[in-house]
């Protein structure tokens, strides 16, 4: 069981930054694809990013890229999310998750964290 734990959500004006941190619980190290998604009031979660075990491949939605940078520490457990450029439209609760799988992936993940807001002013 893995248990993660979000944190750096807050509120930005549009054209800020944030840096999102998820923290995996014991000595997770390289063991799971890490990945990011969102849920914004009143749709389905959607993927935003992921990063393999290693931290060598990394994959992310076609509205975040250039703008999001996801990166992972593996001696301390944590995963990050760099986000840039924010606009109203990236509000949403934010979610770490853990995937079983081998290779970096968009879908079938196993382990969730609690979710942390993010909030972008006009």
């Known amino acids: 069981q893995v248990q993660l734990v979000e944190s750096g959500g807050g509120l930005v004006q549009a054209g800020g930054s944030l840096r999102l941190s998820c923290a995996a619980s014991?000595?997770?190290?390289?063991?799971?694809?890490m990945g990011w998604f969102r849920q914004a009031p009143g749709k389905e979660r959607e993927f935003v990013a992921a990063?393999?075990?290693?931290?060598?491949?990394?994959v992310y939605a076609d509205s975040v890229k250039g703008r999001f940078t996801i990166s992972r520490d593996n001696n301390e457990s944590t995963v990050y999310l760099q986000m840039s450029s924010l606009k109203p439209e990236d509000t949403a609760v934010y979610y770490c998750?853990?995937?079983?799988?081998?290779?970096?992936?968009?879908?079938?993940?196993?382990?969730w964290g609690q979710g942390t807001q993010v909030t972008v002013s006009s």
């Open positions: 998750a853990a995937s079983r799988k081998a290779v970096v992936t968009k879908g079938e993940y196993n382990y």
């Open positions: 014991g000595r997770t190290g390289s063991n799971y694809v």
């Open positions: 990063i393999s075990r290693g931290g060598g491949s990394t």
